[in-house]
Structures are given as structure tokens and as C-alpha cells.
């Protein structure tokens, strides 16, 4: 299924069906701006439809920016910055990135979602100083409420807003993101350690490699480890990594893959050894069937402060066997904290943070209620509820440190609806 034929009426995963029926595709940014000026109820635009939470959904009007100008990349080498359009792909900025030999800083596991939606929600990747994608904006271009087109530049006080805005700031129809010298990156993934030991290490793992990315197993019995991948840069040596497992801990064979979930087929997986940087970052190839499959799962995630992230863990482990047969994998990845103004990793809070990912099965009602139930309250025990907005989750009291910033953006920049959606979270049945 191609992303056209689900976008039209629903998000990747089907769980949201939008509310009112029709896309209308954009053709340039005057054309979005002649959009916004008449419309007269709420506006929402549409990426590659990768969140599951409603937080795109509207009983206004859906755009997707799908014209010839959302789909360029322009590469400043002597400025070191990188402009796309809110068309594009990570598979398509990282073929462009790869020939005009620059790389970004961090991008997230998945090449076929757009760079601009996921900015939009906080989405990151992982790595020991790897801040959310976010951070790395220089700049961008605005349609605002009136319909005006704005530009805004690195030192303007608006770009942290609007930078992760959740898409209630106005429709963003471009970025600006710093780049960097490519670099090749050696891919190295260690099966099944032990989950003990694995906890008791997590800070050698974290610091081994450039990115790490730990895969996790909820079991009736508690967790286990399924792998680790490590994204190693030529200061990092894979015989360091070998080290801080026992002595016989199987390791995947160069030209080999695996997927995150053991049972499943890895010929979309990226495969152990030395490549581009641009090539290896995100966990599946373009291309290929994402996860498990468009309408196969829902995905969750919660962030701890890194400090709180081993009790985190073996609490949740200790209530696996309460939640294991709705899951189908976990994923640990760990993210800096910043200063942006919505962002749930805050610098003041914590240096570091351990995003815990769920990938559910496809259940929504038992799914809702064992967030709201069990894993929810797991993670209340160490802060606010710290969830990804793109992702499901209930919402709950201890989040309201973070909706009061978003009241603030809506007060700020749109003090008239006209980019409001649905509420973010779920409820229960």
C-alpha cells in the first residue's frame, strides 16, 4: 500500500480515521497561504500519516504538501546547512546528504517518514549526545493564521516554538538543518545478552558507540534482551564493545541482519558491517515494510531521566508478564536533554533521557487500558509522565506541566484555533 492510498483516509497504522473525509494536496506554499486565508475551521497537515496518537485529526481541513516545491533539498556545503521541503524523506535528505558527502547529526529509525512531520513531534534518535532532530533547526518557513509567510531565522525567539509545535504553530513548509562531514559508521549488533547484565551496564553500552539502539523482550516471566545495535565511528573499535559482555556472547556476522523481533524476516534490515554514515542510521532500508507492517501494530513511548532509567526498567519487567501478550517488542534509546520549549526531555530536568518504546500489537481498547492500568502508573513512580505525543498514550494529570506550554504556543501563535486538532491522547473505552 502505497503512502497516498492510506494518508487519504487514515494514518499508516489505520487506528485513526480521519474525521472528515478528503485531502486536499498542495501545490505550492502561496497555494497553502490562499488555503489557510479561506478556510473557516480548523487546518492540519498531513506527512506520511506515522503517528498514532489523533494528534493530526481535524474536523476541518487536511493538507498534504505534496507540490514539486515541498520536494526539494538544496545543500549549502560552505554554510554546512541543509533546506528541504516538508515533502521530504529521510530516504530522500540522506541520498542527498550521502553525494554531496554531509551527513546530519541524528535521525530517527524510520526512512520513509517525512523530516518536517517528525521534527514537528519530538521525534529522535539515539546516541550517548544525541539530541531530539529538533534541535539541529536553523531555520524554517512558516504559513501563520492570517495566511502570511514567514521566515525564521536562527536567532529569531519564535524557532524553539515552532520548532517542535506539534503542528500548532502554523504549517511549516520548510526547515533548515545543520549538516556535518559524512563519516563511515561500522554496524555491529550482539544478540541476547543477559537483561541483568545489560541494566547493570547500560552507561558502558550507551558511551561504546556512536548510536546504540538495545531491542527488548516483555515475557510472562519478565524482560530479556533480543540485541543491541551499535553504530561505531572510526575512534570506536568493535573489540571495546565485545568487552563488556561475558566472554561467548553470540555476535551477528558481517553481511547479516536481524530484525528487532527475532521471529520476523530481517531482509529489510539494515546489516552488520562498515558503511556510510547515511546508509546505516535508521534501522530498516527504504523500501522495505517498516516494523510489522502498516495496520499491524500501535507504538508507544515514555521517556525517564537516564538516573531513573534501571529502576524504570525492572519495575516494568517485574509486571511483564500483566502486559506481554499485547506486545510485540520494545526499544531503548536514549536522548539529551534540551531547552526546547514542548520538548518532554527537559535540560533542567535531566541530562540525559531513556526513551522505552512499545510496539503493540494491534488491540486498541486492551492497549488503552493497559497504558491507562499498568504501564502508566509504572512510570508516574519516577516524574511527570514524559510520553513521545505522536505515540499513544492516556492523558493524565502529571502532564499538565507540559499542556501548559502548549497553551502558552496557542496563545502565542494562534490564539484563534486555527490549527487545533484533535486532543493528542486516547481514551479508554
Known sequence: ???????????????????????????????????????????????????????????????????????????????????????????????????????????????????VGSIMTGTHGTGWNKKTIGNEVVGLEVVRSDGSIDKVGAKDEDLPWIVQSWGAAGVVTSVTLKVYPKHEIYKQIIMQPDWTQTLEKLEDIYSAAEYVSIFAHWGPEGASVNSIWFGLNKDQMPEHVKKIFPEGTEEVEVGQ???????LDAKNCIKVGSTSVNRCQYHFIPGGTPSSGVGLELQSEFFVPFDK???????????????????????????????????VCRQSEAERFLGIHFTWHFRQDEVAICLRDIVQPIFKQFGPLRPHVGKVFVRDESMDCIFEKYEDLKAKFDPESRFQGFAVATSPP
Open 1 to 115: 500500500m502505497s503512502v497516498v492510498d492510506y494518508v487519504a483516509t487514515s494514518n499508516w497504522a489505520g487506528n485513526i480515521k480521519w474525521t472528515r473525509e478528503g485531502v486536499t494536496a498542495v501545490k505550492d506554499t502561496e497555494h497553502l497561504a490562499t488555503i489557510v486565508k479561506e478556510a473557516t475551521g480548523p487546518i492540519r497537515a498531513l506527512g506520511t500519516g506515522h503517528c498514532f496518537s489523533p494528534i493530526a485529526n481535524t474536523e476541518g481541513v487536511h493538507v498534504r504538501l505534496l507540490g514539486e516545491a515541498f520536494g526539494k533539498v538544496t545543500i549549502d556545503k560552505d554554510a554546512s546547512v541543509v533546506t528541504l521541503g516538508a515533502g521530504v524523506t529521510y530516504a530522500k535528505l540522506l541520498d542527498a546528504c550521502e553525494e554531496a558527502d554531509v551527513c546530519l547529526a541524528n535521525c530517527p529509525s524510520l526512512p520513509h517518514i517525512t523530516v
Open 257 to 263: 541482519g536481524v530484525h528487532p523481533v527475532l521471529t
Open 309 to 343: 532509567a534501571r529502576a524504570a526498567l525492572a519495575a516494568l519487567s517485574e509486571r511483564s508478564g500483566e502486559f506481554c501478550d499485547l506486545v510485540v517488542v520494545a526499544e531503548l534509546r536514549l536522548v539529551v536533554g534540551d531547552n526546547l520549549p514542548l520538548s
